[in-house]
């Protein structure tokens, strides 16, 4: 695992100059900002720009900000092999849950860090298709994306909930998605870390996380990781992906990339599924996403 020291965690720091790619310089109140949120005469703070927002800018979605669009295109103009991975981590949810639902009777779904609607490939409605009777918690800490997922993934009062919840908590999260009296924990779930876990860093101990939640499940649970990968040392990916993430921790919050044995050790007591195991999904080919399906026996 990284520690805390490890380089591949990166801070937001910003005393550190970005080496000419960043478009609007290194003062908070450069030209572009203007552009980008209207004329000011005072200094102030870079705007916030989220997780959700910049995501949402790759898969095309509208729920993004101008100063989330010029991170997102800068970031696909450093990495452009990680763009697949954004539509290919769609691609493998819709077809993981379609088999969980339709093959092993899962008929429960948490989706942590859901991000912002999709409609028509929403999780719930992935599972809809085939098992109208599936419940599914969705699960965010960003208030934005949980008013729009509130108005956009409740269409059916008793089919999906929304929750305030942070994955770094996973008592606590567990504790409010109990007292929704959505689900039945003594039944099995299919858990979704989808692109989130790269977001807690090494002190965050996503591994803890997980175990934490494992021991509110019940046995013949799924757990689904999404996450993007460290390439080795010889992989010419390594550094613009390095650079990328870079960006990435200093605009938006710290990324941290992890190896495949750093992404497979992230299942804890979830037994990974062989074929295929961790793997990049086919329509990523090229990025460094790798994604699994765990179970819990
Ligand atoms: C990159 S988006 C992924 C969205 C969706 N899971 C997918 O794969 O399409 C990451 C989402 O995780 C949320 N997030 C980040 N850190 C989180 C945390 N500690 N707890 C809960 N959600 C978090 C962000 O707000 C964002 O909506």
Redesign the pocket.
Known sequence: MTSPDDPRTVRRDWSQPWPGIWPWGDTPDSDILDEVTGPHSEPRPRPTA???GV?GRWLAGKDNRAHERVIAETMAEIAPFQRAGVTA??DW?ATQIHDLVTQQQIRQLI??????PLPGANLHEIAHRTAPDARTVY????EV?LAHARALMTDDASATVVID????YPDHLFDTLEATGHLDLTRPVAL?F???LH??TPDDDPARVVTACANRLAPGSYLLI?HVALPDEDDPRRQPTLDAAALYSRDVMPFTLRTYQDIAALFGPFTLLDPPGLATPPTGTGSTLLAGTGRLS
């Open positions: 989220t997780p959700a995501y981590n769609r949810l989706d942590v860090g859901c991000g912002y699960v965010d800490n960003d994306v919840g942070d994955a770094r979704i989808a692109a989130v977001l807690l999404s």
